[in-house]
């Protein structure tokens, strides 16, 4: 099985940024973790501020499956959510934080509505559990 992993702004910054909310862990080492535990699965990762890039990723993409974390796009891009309309892989909209706990603006996202599933407010493990969503034949 193939799963991409895209990840939008400001998620570079994962490890040094407000990490109250999102943790001291890079993505880069976690997404090493992740390699690790599921090794069965082959894993890709694509991060970028752009979202024109992030729209052109989801289109190319390849793999059996996309874990989405749009960040600040998931609650003003309605060009991300009709990029994912419009392609033919199951995808499942992550965030790190319980963006419903937090400030009203981020409790709209247009991307739930056209993903397979979401998955919010479990720190990193987000990613875990949507892969897990993904092994479990039946929700694919």
């Known amino acids: ?61 390849k793999a059996e499956g996309i874990i989405i974390n749009a960040a600040a796009y998931t609650h003003t891009s309605i060009a991300i959510a009709d990029a994912i309309a419009a392609i033919d892989i199951p995808v499942v909209e992550v965030h790190i934080s319980n963006t419903h706990a937090r400030e009203d603006f981020r409790k709209k996202s247009y991307l739930s509505p056209v993903a397979k599933g979401c998955i919010f407010g479990f720190g990193m493990q987000s990613y875990e559990l949507a892969i897990q969503s993904f092994l479990n034949k039946e929700n694919v």
Not at 22 to 34: A, I, N, R, V
């Open 1 to 61: 099985m193939k799963l991409h992993i895209i990840n939008g702004p400001n998620l570079n910054l994962l490890g040094k940024r407000e990490p109250k909310i999102y943790g001291k862990k890079s993505f880069k080492t976690f997404f090493t973790e992740l390699q690790f535990k599921f090794r069965k699965i082959e894993l890709s990762y694509f991060q970028s501020n752009s979202e024109g890039d992030l729209i052109t990723e989801i289109q190319n993409t």
